[in-house]
């Protein structure tokens, strides 16, 4: 039996902005994992929906003890099919996403509603599960755990580049950057005054010898 996850997620902008954000979401700065995007087939239904398959390729990062059972090809990087469906007389989007690569190690399926917010209309609420797989014979446990593990990080790097790209299309400036910045000013900063620091000891210990 394999591992579940569920979760609700909110955006404070509209399910149109919403919309549009996703098919602009790469590149940003937390889906460098991410490597190319293609379109498979895209058709608007008599209904009005429009019904998109895209392919992307991604890095799959394995831990070391997992390596050994991946073709050396294709141990850094996967397929994925994403399957999607926009309706806009019900305002909802639907996307379904699975692995067409290493299925047989580890398989991630993902069912995600995007829908107005009940509560505020000007907010989007996205509907995320998850079931991840294994059929390896004697690792099917681990690796289950490993798939969810990370599919728990991955969630939280959708979001915040959702924020990320919805930030930009708004003209704002993402708090990626400022936070990023002011970051690295602060890692530069301590570095520089670990310098410092050693020079001033070095200094020191040379006239205790002198």
């Keep these: 039996m394999g591992k579940y996850f ?12 919403v919309c549009i954000a996703f098919w602009q979401r790469y ?9 190319t995007e293609d379109i498979i087939f895209r058709e608007v239904t008599p209904s009005n929906c429009l019904v998109s398959r895209r392919l992307l390729t991604k890095t799959s ?20 099919i994403e399957d999607s469906i926009v309706d806009p007389q019900k305002r909802t989007m639907t996307t379904l996403t699975w692995n067409i690569s290493h299925a047989r ?9 995007y829908q107005i917010n009940p509560e ?10 998850a079931w991840i797989s294994s059929s390896l014979y004697g690792l099917s446990r681990a690796i289950q755990e490993f798939g969810l ?7 939280t790097k959708t979001m915040k580049g959702f924020e990320f790209v919805l930030a930009r299309m708004q003209g704002e ?24 620091a050693k020079d001033l000891a070095s200094h020191a210990q040379k006239k205790q010898y002198v």
């Design 61 to 80: 990062r394995a831990p070391r003890w997992m390596e050994r059972y991946l073709p050396k090809h294709m141990a850094s990087s996967a397929y994925i």
């Design 149 to 155: 593990a990370g599919f728990k990080k991955s969630v």
């Design 105 to 113: 190690l580890m398989c991630v399926e993902e069912r995600c509603l």
């Design 173 to 196: 400036t993402p708090l990626r950057t400022l936070a990023e910045t002011a970051t690295e000013r602060a890692r530069e900063t301590a570095l520089a005054a670990k310098e410092k």
């Design 27 to 35: 590149p940003n700065p937390y889906s460098n994992h991410v490597l």
């Design 120 to 129: 505020n209309c000007s907010w989007t609420e996205i509907k995320r599960e």
């Design 6 to 17: 569920h979760c609700t997620g909110l955006l404070k902008s509209t399910w149109d902005q």
